[in-house]
């Protein structure tokens, strides 16, 4: 089964830009992946962010947004808040199942 | 309001069998696929096995292939995953899921615990 891969830590200062990614050990991510984020806080089930590479749901605050970026799905955070602070996770399908990044958790510090 | 609901959970030895429940609730349920999906204390998020609308067809991940079963009784708009020969690595919180509109609907989870 594929690996999917995130960067393991990332920290963000208030206010500025981060950029998460997530690829595959198949090649590249690409919109038949239908790559999803979610965001998971201590406690808390998993929530969805984005959709299908890039589509929002109306709880997705718009500082986040979602593209292909260099072969892989990128979860861009622009002007990053301290309520952000958490587990981000990148979902993408195969023929064979889902599989799960390992996660990224993001500091605003 | 969509609901899943986890059940089943405990504490079992290694070697052990476990059936989890998941009873869903608001939506109609024989038209989604259902997934399986868990995360060990303090770990991430692992896919562990799907089923297709009418039952005909599942998938597993590699680490549990042959060990658990996944099944559904849509009269009864309920999920099953039948756990055996338990591993202590397979100790982690279980969780039924379903995709709707862009949206993973999760329930609350319920926790396997697999240690003598």
């Known amino acids: 089964q594929a690996v999917v891969t995130q960067e393991p830590s990332l920290t963000v200062s208030p206010g500025e830009t981060v950029t998460l990614t997530c690829g595959s050990s198949?090649?590249?991510?690409?919109?038949?992946?239908?790559p999803y984020w979610f965001q998971q806080k201590p406690g808390q089930a998993p929530r969805t962010l984005i959709y299908d590479t890039s589509n929002k749901h109306s709880w997705t605050p718009a500082r986040f947004s979602g593209s292909l970026l260099g072969g892989k799905a990128a979860l861009t955070l622009s002007g990053a808040q301290p309520e952000d602070e958490a587990e981000y996770y990148c979902?993408?399908?195969?023929?064979?199942?889902?599989?799960f990044g390992g996660g990224t958790k993001l500091t605003v510090l | 309001e969509v609901q899943l609901v986890e059940s089943g959970g405990g504490l079992v030895q290694p070697g052990g069998s476990l059936r989890l429940s998941c009873a869903a609730s608001?939506?109609?349920?024989?038209?989604?696929?259902m997934h399986w999906v868990r995360q060990a204390p303090g770990k991430g998020l692992v896919w562990v096995s799907r089923?297709?609308?009418?039952?005909?067809?599942?998938s597993y991940a590699d680490s549990v292939k042959g060990r658990f079963t996944i099944s559904r009784d849509n009269a009864k708009n309920t999920l099953y995953l039948q756990m055996n020969s338990l591993r202590t690595e397979d100790t982690a919180v279980y969780y039924c899921?379903?995709?709707?509109?862009?949206?993973?609907?999760w329930g609350q989870g319920t926790l396997v615990t697999v240690s003598s």
């Open positions: 608001g939506f109609t349920f024989s038209s989604y696929w």
């Open positions: 198949t090649g590249a991510v690409t919109s038949g992946h239908y």
């Open positions: 089923i297709n609308r009418d039952g005909s067809s599942t």
């Open positions: 899921v379903f995709q709707s509109n862009g949206v993973c609907h």
């Open positions: 979902l993408l399908s195969y023929s064979g199942g889902w599989v």
